[in-house]
């Protein structure tokens, strides 16, 4: 059995996604052992104690990013957590964290990587004209939205689109490029080589 660990720091909706795609058998032998946000308040924690999970609140205002990384490294580690997935979680990493789960934790960008990393992607996507959009599921490295990667979903981007239209239609395939790439990750059928993420051969 696979344990997840999701992060998040708002709405949590790629939570809500990768919990029914579970629930749905779409990720096999796997359970959502802990959801943790830096932020008490955000709505996703909300969902995920209405659907019975264990969710946990870690505050990081006020707190050193490496003193935080440990508490949610021991709340993983607690919960025997074999893959980190940060949906919609706004916070960079210390390299503590990443070294603690060395190709184990996987990230959602709302663009078509390496185009368009940070914040507000969709704005930067819309103010740069380009017509092909999309998300990017990838293994979080020690650069910002960097690591190799897993899957992506492409989509048009609409003469009628601004940066909130657009991203109303991204997170809709966010929603199933997120699912997708845990199964491939889980499944363990994967090599990688270089950067290229390729099925075993
Ligand atoms: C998603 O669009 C995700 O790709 C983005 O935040 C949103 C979270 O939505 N993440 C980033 O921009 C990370 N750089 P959600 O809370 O509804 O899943």
């Known amino acids: 059995m696979h344990n ?4 998040i720091s708002g709405r949590g909706s790629n939570f809500v996604a990768i919990a029914d795609a579970i629930d749905a058998g779409k990720i096999p032998d796997t359970t959502i052992a802990v959801v943790i946000s830096n932020l008490a308040d955000a709505p996703g924690l909300a969902a995920a104690r209405q659907r019975g999970l264990n969710a946990v609140a870690i505050e990081s205002r006020g707190r050193k990013r490496a ?16 893959l980190v997935c940060l ?3 706004m916070r960079l990493l210390s390299p503590g964290f990443i070294q603690a789960f060395p190709q184990r934790i996987l990230n959602i960008h709302p ?3 390496p185009a368009f990393p940070g914040l507000d992607a969709q ?3 819309v103010e740069y004209g380009v017509q092909i959009a999309g998300c990017t ?3 979080v490295d020690e650069q ?3 690591g190799v990667i897993v899957l992506q979903r492409a989509l048009p981007v609409l003469e009628t689109d601004d940066a909130h239209t657009l991203a109303a239609r991204i997170i809709e395939q966010e929603h199933l490029a997120y699912a997708e790439a845990i199964a491939r990750v889980l499944s363990g059928r994967y090599q990688i080589v270089g950067r290229r993420f390729l099925p075993k051969s």
Do not use: C, M, P, T
């Open 111 to 113: 663009s078509l990587l």
């Open 137 to 139: 599921v990838h293994f």
């Open 123 to 125: 704005l930067q996507a």
């Open 67 to 82: 003193e935080h990384d440990q508490e949610i490294i021991a709340a993983l580690r607690e919960n025997q957590v074999d």
């Open 4 to 7: 997840l660990g999701i992060l």
């Open 87 to 89: 949906a919609g979680y």
């Open 144 to 146: 910002l939205d960097h």
